[in-house]
């Protein structure tokens, strides 16, 4: 299975989505349960580079076909022991689009222009 291959910048937003069932009677009553015992993990990251880092996370995107890949995201968490240990999350993109936010300064030869990438990505992690 394939692992993501670059490294994400900044902080690393973890949510959890506890998705439930909504069903209606006829008589008006209205029963909430949940789908699953365990919440469903959701990791936000942000990616920024240059144009190099842009190209890779874009074919890397292309090649798990958007949503529809599964790979391996390693995190990194401390048991109860205190131990900080690899794990790895088999994860897919939460969507089927990626965008990129260009940002403009100066480049180190003097000139104005694009200095730099920025996407924002989500990972929903998947079970096995």
């Known amino acids: 299975m394939e692992q ?5 910048h900044g902080e ?3 949510t959890y989505k506890h998705p439930n069932i909504r069903v209606e009677f ?7 349960q949940a789908r699953t015992v365990n919440p ?10 240059d144009a190099n880092e842009r190209i890779i996370l874009t074919n890397f995107f292309n090649k798990m ?3 529809v890949g599964k790979f391996i995201f390693v995190t990194k ?9 690899n ?9 089927d689009e990626l965008k990129f936010t260009e940002k403009f300064g100066l480049r180190e030869d ?14 929903r992690k998947v079970w096995e």
């Open 40 to 49: 469903i993990k959701i990791w936000e990251l942000t990616f920024s580079g």
């Open 65 to 67: 076909r958007g949503g």
């Open 4 to 8: 993501l291959p670059l490294k994400p």
């Open 87 to 95: 794990i790895n999350n088999v994860v897919r993109f939460e969507n």
């Open 110 to 123: 003097g000139t104005y222009g694009c200095t730099a990438y920025e996407a924002k990505v989500q990972l």
């Open 77 to 85: 968490e401390v048991d109860v022991q205190g131990q900080e240990s």
């Open 26 to 32: 006829e008589s008006g009553n209205v029963q909430v």
């Open 12 to 14: 690393r937003l973890l």
